[in-house]
């Protein structure tokens, strides 16, 4: 039966990609609590993530060093934990949740936008602006210099003013004269951000869920559990690929670029999965003033819809 082949389906992948527990809570808190009002009571996020392999300890473990990492924070009431993101962690799920729901920019004007690094900034400092430039899909195309062809400019503000490296770097805008570019560009474009490795990513992702598509489609009635599991897992291993992807201009990519299709799965999985998985977590998630919230609504613009 199609619930069989799913029960298999998660055990295995459980077995063969053991996921790190900060990883994963940090996957279910910006996927799902978030929309949700954002805080919850530790108990019964413990109760949550249960069925993905992760008990009591590794829950409480990981939820410390997440309050170390500044994603998370904590309040009591009475002998109740109640766990939020923090203003840093929302901004943080923001920058990198609008990349995976929003669609990939289609138009492209030839324009790139170089952050320069020089000596004004202090080593640490210039190691934490570069690292979340590069996890904005930025690319160090050379020594000191960052750049992206297609940004959100007010996602670059946000991370200089984190950084407090607003006034410490320089941002420019460049474009790449057509008879200087050509094979050349593509190149630089291809070891810079290393698509050959992102898309094998890419191919694996797809291989491992489309049967998974094609058994849920074919059940009868998915189960609200098997829901929260397999949207949590589907956008763990997403998010772990997609995340790596600048989301270049179409102009910049092969034609067969196989980013757009394991998107379209994604969201495919992503549609059959929420209302179940949000049946889940409203039965197991309180909070201090009862049970969960409603999601709110910008969550059902997410992937274009998901009506």
Partial sequence: MPSHYIDDW????????PVRANSLIITVYGDMIAVHGGTVWLGSFIRLVQPLGLNERMVRT?????IKEKWLIAEQSGRRSYYSLTALGRRRFEHAYRRIYDAPQSDW????????????????????????????????IAPGVLAHP????????????D???????????????????????????????????????????????????????????????????????????????QLRDPQLPQQLLSARWPGHTARA???????????????HLMAVLETAQGPLPEAAPHFYTRFGGLG
């Fill in 10 to 17: 998660i055990a295995r992948f459980l077995a063969e990609r």
């Fill in 265 to 279: 799965l994604c969201r495919d999985i992503y549609v059959l999965t929420q209302a179940g998985a949000a049946r």
């Fill in 163 to 241: 950084c407090d490296a607003r006034d410490k770097v320089v941002v420019m805008q460049a474009r790449a004269l057509a008879t200087a570019a050509g094979k050349a560009l593509q190149q630089l474009v291809h070891e810079c951000w290393g698509l050959a490795t992102i898309a094998a990513d890419y191919e694996r992702f797809i291989e491992r869920f489309r049967p998974l598509l094609r058994a849920m489609r074919n059940a009868r009635a998915l189960d609200p559990q098997h829901c929260f599991v397999l949207r949590t897992l589907l956008m763990h291993e997403f998010r772990r690929v």
């Fill in 109 to 140: 004007n030839g324009e790139w936008q170089l952050v320069l690094t020089g000596g004004a900034l202090p080593p640490g400092q210039r190691d934490a602006l570069r690292k979340e430039l590069l996890w904005d899909g930025f690319g160090n």
């Fill in 150 to 161: 297609s940004p959100n400019t007010d996602t670059l503000m946000e991370i200089l003013e």
């Fill in 62 to 66: 990981s939820v410390f060093r997440l």
